[in-house]
């Protein structure tokens, strides 16, 4: 097995028409410099915007930026070992799950092809039209099982709904969503941080905020002690605390230097390699109010191990 | 132009007008017609055969639903736990118990030495002993250097051995995954449930996805089967119908000794609702007299006894979530009026009574758009489907091809298990079928049961599980209805009724040779009936010579 870090995948689940075809080309134009896969299993032609691709190489489509885009039929794993295959291309896969799939299906084939880990499920949701599909006499436990599966809920255009159906939308969806964290969006217009994870090179840069990050309070942590990584990953993964992502790096007194990461309530602590920097540091980011940096700075204070 | 008039002991016409006859007149590959020598004689000259003379002779076996593939699978050592025959009409004893499958395998493993390369088996079905999982310690018994891997009936599940685990890069811990059971040693036990544990694995023990549908020898054997079991019409349920594979059934089928009519149809998969209803339509061109072509199919729900058929409430005995969906509303209802508006032939994969509604509801109003007045859509499968569904299926101008093979094979599983003793009784509700006025067809789907109408017929006569249950009486059928529908019934929801199914002039001269008459034969011997060969557009096969 060849020694690569494994490639984070995100599962982009949700019914037809809630907007994953869009979230997918604005990632891609947004890709922040990460070359991603994108593998989809809709039928018919590949949904990439036509000015974003470069070219074909058989069934992968070549896209800008080091992207690339496949079709992988009725078989997904077959798919996802071709991708594992040429992970030195490819730093983020995207999966666009069909309007059927259940996301939390998907995520769990993703161990069965070595080099992959899953990062985050995110469920996109129609503002106008969820609560309807989800009481559809055929499709509705379809769409809740999506929603159940959910780290993340995208509540797409909201635009087009009145405040009090957003309101009323905000109040219904946690029971329906109950992992996950829901952020609203336009024409599927998410901070691709959001989505695909925070960027490494983001953490020690804390001045970097894109304008789709400008709807979130972001706050960078540093502290100087170690720290028992399990439980400060668990303790910013808690409802509580109401972080939409999380990542960092720290030291653990059994694990030595560990990546942190969040994503709604899903949290993973893995290795990584030894920093110049001596110091922890943790990129926060919550949706839509602003940050409670007491309570995580007491959180990271709690973690040091006694 | 030269004609010949076979003398049998006995025609079986399924034409009611003449039910019966002794001779059968043939020109051209079609039937002058049927009738006494002396009636026949009128139409000229001709060359008088009694070879049939003590044979019964009834229109050839028609099978609704059923895949190429079983040509290939018998390349593999079969595992089964029925006695089975192959192509060259070896009959395959059953394997009674892990330990005979793991024999048959190990003489398999013998007899490819030092070659290289896997070792596969199909159709195992551990339901047969008592369930027992198979695990890779056991097909290490047989060998730790070659990969070996094993299909299980249902082809949903396979089991390998630690070297495939090994060559796949699945021997190693942190698999999660539901359809991956883990040992103690936290490493997978062999066993992949599902499509999804079961694709790293394909490659490296010969089962890959792609080399299941079937190639040119897969065909020919295939065809050689059907000759075997009386068929000289089969439908070919579920193929993507690429170029080579057209072209390679074009040619295969205009050779003049090739045996079966095949109905290929393209299923609805990798490809738009549009796309697929413009290739369907464009391969029509491509029929010939032997090899057809233009129906689409288009699955919509999973299987009962992989808990992913899409019941109705209360859903399942055991409590199993209620299924999957294999397409979105929106888009069969896009195919459905699409095919309607192209006068495309569908037939839907449905096993579970939701999925069945969902047809009926899309179709339903699919047809206020695009009214039709013979479209012949068919439900297959369609195992679940309550009196009411039959109701609407009438309504609606549908045909339904139901699957009583289940109830022999695993009806004692569905009682006790998947649907519970009330819905199994009413599976496959042939009787109710009938009685409603639906055209019914029933069948195999070979290779998942074995190929064999006189087998299914006896399936949907007796309604008896492996155990010996009695799984629905009520629902039973008689025996003149049961050749019917597999003869008949089949060709119609082909759309092929008025050119097979039946002995009468301007038909085919396609003819299931047989030993026994199923007629008097009685209906708990049906499955019994031996078969000598067929007739097919006029020529001759002995399944002994085939
Ligand atoms: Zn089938």
Not at chain 1, 11 to 35: D, E, F, S
Not at chain 1, 268 to 278: E, N, Q
Not at chain 2, 170 to 181: A, D, E, S, T
Not at chain 2, 308 to 335: D, K, Q
Request: aromatic share 6%.
């Amino acid at each position: 097995m060849r020694d690569v870090a494994p490639r984070p995948v995100t599962v982009i689940g949700g019914y037809l028409g809630a907007g994953k075809t869009t979230l997918v080309n604005h990632l891609l134009r947004h890709n922040g410099g990460r070359r991603i896969a994108v593998a989809v299993n809709e039928f018919g032609a590949l949904p990439i915007d036509s000015d974003l691709i470069e070219g074909a190489d058989g069934n992968v489509l070549t896209l800008a930026g080091g992207c690339i885009c496949c079709s992988f039929g009725s078989d997904l794993v077959a798919g996802l070992i071709d991708l594992a295959a040429r992970a030195d291309t490819i730093d983020h896969i995207l999966i666009e799950a069909s309007g059927v799939a259940l996301p939390g299906a998907i995520a769990q084939s993703l161990s069965l092809v070595a080099g992959l880990t899953l990062d985050a499920i995110v469920v996109m949701v129609d503002a106008e039209t969820i609560r309807a599909r989800a009481t559809d006499f055929y499709m509705g436990d379809t769409i809740t099982r999506q929603l159940t599966d959910a780290d993340l809920v995208v509540i797409n255009k909201t635009d087009l709904i009145s405040t009090e159906a957003r309101a009323a939308l905000q109040h219904w969806l946690p029971a329906h969503a109950p992992s996950a964290r829901v952020i609203a969006a336009n024409h599927a217009v998410v901070a691709p941080d959001i989505v695909l994870g925070i960027d490494s090179a983001f953490v020690h840069a804390t001045t970097k905020v894109d304008h789709f990050t400008r709807a979130f309070a972001t706050e960078s942590f540093e502290f100087e002690h170690i720290v028992d990584a399990d439980r400060l990953a668990a303790g910013l993964a808690d409802p509580a605390i109401g972080l939409v992502r999380a990542k960092g790096f720290a030291r653990d007194p059994l694990l030595g230097w560990v990546t942190i990461q969040v994503v709604g309530q899903r949290h993973h602590v893995t290795a990584a390699p030894t920093l110049a920097d001596p110091s922890g540091c943790i990129v926060c980011i919550a949706h839509g109010r602003r940050l409670d940096r007491t309570a995580i700075g007491t959180l990271i204070a709690a973690c040091r191990p006694s | 132009m030269s004609i010949t008039i076979y003398e049998a002991g006995k025609i079986i016409t399924m034409n009611p007008s003449r039910p019966t006859a002794t001779h059968v007149a043939v020109r051209d590959g079609r039937i002058l017609g049927a009738g006494s020598l002396t009636e026949l004689t009128g139409w000229g000259a001709h060359t008088l055969d009694r070879r049939f003379a003590d044979k019964i002779l009834m229109p050839g076996l028609v099978e609704g639903h059923s895949h190429v593939a079983e040509g290939v699978q018998w390349r593999f050592v079969y595992c089964g736990f029925h006695d089975r025959t192959d192509p060259d009409g070896r009959v395959w004893s059953g394997a009674r118990s892990v330990d005979a499958v793991v024999q048959r395998l190990d003489e398999a493993n013998q007899k490819l030495g030092t070659t290289s390369g896997p070792l596969t088996g199909w159709a195992l079905d551990p339901i047969y002993f008592d369930n027992r999982r198979v695990t890779r310690h056991d097909l290490d018994r047989v060998s730790t250097e070659r990969p070996i891997g094993i299909m299980h009936a249902s082809g949903h599940i396979m089991n390998v051995n630690t070297k495939a685990l090994e060559m796949a890069g699945m021997l190693r811990p942190g698999v999660n995954h539901p359809g991956v059971p883990l040992g103690d040693d936290g490493l997978p036990l062999g066993e992949m449930k599902g499509p999804d544990a079961m694709t790293p694995l394909g490659p490296h023990v010969g089962l890959d996805r792609g080399l299941l549908s079937a190639d040119e020898p897969g065909l020919r054997a295939f065809a050689r089967l059907c000759v075997r079991k009386g068929v000289t019409t089969a439908a070919d349920l579920a193929n993507l119908l690429p170029k080579p594979a057209v072209e390679m059934m074009e040619r295969v089928g205009r050779e003049p000794t090739f045996p079966v009519r095949v109905v290929s149809l393209r299923v609805l998969r990798g490809a738009s609702p549009r796309e697929t209803i413009e290739h369907a339509l464009a391969l029509k061109q491509h029929s010939n007299e032997l090899m057809r072509f233009g129906i689409v199919k288009i699955v919509v729900d999973g299987s009962i006894q992989g808990f992913s058929a899409r019941l109705r409430w209360p859903g399942y005995y055991n409590g199993a979530p209620p299924g999957l969906w294999y397409v979105t509303p929106e888009h069969l209802r896009e195919a459905l009026e699409l095919a309607l508006q192209a006068g495309v032939q569908v037939h839907t994969h449905t096993n579970g009574d939701e999925a069945t509604e969902l047809v009926l509801d899309t179709l339903e109003a699919a047809l206020k758009k695009h009214p039709s007045n013979d479209h012949r859509f068919t439900l297959q499968h369609c195992q679940l489907a309550n009196a009411a569904q039959f109701r609407r299926m009438k309504n609606l101008g549908m045909c339904v091809n139901l699957f009583p093979n289940h109830h022999f094979y695993w009806g004692d599983e569905h009682y006790r298990l998947t649907v519970g003793p009330e819905r199994a009784e009413r599976m496959n509700a042939c009787a109710t079928a009938l009685a409603t006025g639906v055209p019914l067809a029933i069948h195999s789907d070979a290779p998942v049961t074995p190929l064999g109408p006189l087998f299914t017929a006896w399936c949907a006569v007796n309604r008896q599980t492996a155990s010996g249950r009695i799984l629905g009486e009520h629902e039973r059928i008689g025996v003149a209805d049961a050749l019917r529908t597999i003869t008949l019934g089949a060709a119609y929801t082909l759309k092929l009724d008025g050119e097979v199914g039946s002995i009468e002039v301007g038909k085919r001269a396609d003819f299931a040779v047989l030993e026994d008459d199923p007629t008097t034969i009685g209906g708990t011997h049906l499955k019994d009936v031996r078969i000598w060969g067929t007739v097919q557009g006029g020529r001759v096969f002995e399944a002994a010579t085939i």
